[in-house]
């Protein structure tokens, strides 16, 4: 049974739109979470984190919500660029492991 | 500049033949981790290590060994005994364990295919 879900495999978006992606994890102890950027044949490289104490946290063009009472985080990519199509992992660093998410696959369409 | 080395990054082999795939840190990190990941899934993590000559088995660590002589190197042995190795492997580092609010660090990875 997975911990963490990414229910949409794959999301398509207009270059210079707002791009979500969604998360969502069945453990209330969770109270780190982290987002993973992952380009084919590449390594995933971190893009931002959050902790249970905040419920958002900013980066540049990256924004994550926390919800806790739905155990539901979001990435916001605003505005989208060709360059960020590629698999994003949701995350979460409890006890002694990283949990990873399935990913979902961002296409941005110039 | 301070990372990760996999090698090598695709790798062909016969079936029923061991194979070890390297990883190396030189960031200083205490932990390090492997993972599997197959086309359209995620990650699955198959050991990881604390510190040097402890290591501990992830969820699919069946068919898999590893060591940790020192810090910054984690070998990965997939054995004749894993059912279907074709896959891509990463190696990972962070500075602790999970739990302590870091963040993990991951290789190029290698790309494994049984013949």
């Known amino acids: 049974d997975q911990q963490v879900k990414q229910n949409s495999p794959s999301l398509s978006v207009q270059e210079g739109r707002i791009s979500i992606l969604n998360c969502d994890y069945t453990?209330?102890?969770?109270?780190?979470f982290l987002w993973y950027k992952k380009y084919p044949a590449e390594g995933p490289t971190f893009l931002i984190s959050?902790?249970?104490?905040?419920d958002k946290n900013e980066d540049g063009r990256f924004t994550v919500f926390l919800n806790k009472s739905a155990k539901h985080l979001s990435l916001h990519i605003v505005p989208s660029q060709p360059g960020d199509s590629a698999v994003y992992f949701c995350?979460?660093?409890?006890?002694?492991?990283?949990?990873f998410g399935p990913g979902t696959r961002l296409s941005v369409l110039p | 500049d301070g990372g990760i080395t996999q090698s090598p990054k695709y790798l062909f082999r016969k079936e029923g033949q061991n194979v070890t795939l390297s990883c190396e840190q030189n960031?200083?990190?205490?932990?390090m981790y492997w993972y599997r990941q197959d086309p359209g899934q995620g990650l699955r993590l198959i050991y990881y290590?604390?510190?040097?000559?402890?290591?501990q088995k992830g969820d699919i660590a069946e068919g898999y060994s590893v060591s940790r002589e020192k810090k910054e190197s984690f070998p990965l042995t997939v054995t004749s005994a894993q059912k279907n190795p074709t896959a891509f492997y990463l190696c990972?580092?962070?500075?602790?364990?999970?739990?302590?609010?870091?963040?993990?660090?991951f290789g190029p990875g290698t790309r494994l295919t049984v013949l």
């Open positions: 453990n209330s102890m969770f109270d780190y």
């Open positions: 290590s604390q510190i040097v000559n402890d290591f």
């Open positions: 959050i902790s249970s104490i905040k």
């Open positions: 995350a979460t660093n409890y006890g002694q492991n990283f949990v």
């Open positions: 990972a580092s962070s500075k602790g364990l999970a739990g302590t609010y870091n963040e993990q660090f």
């Open positions: 960031l200083n990190h205490d932990a």
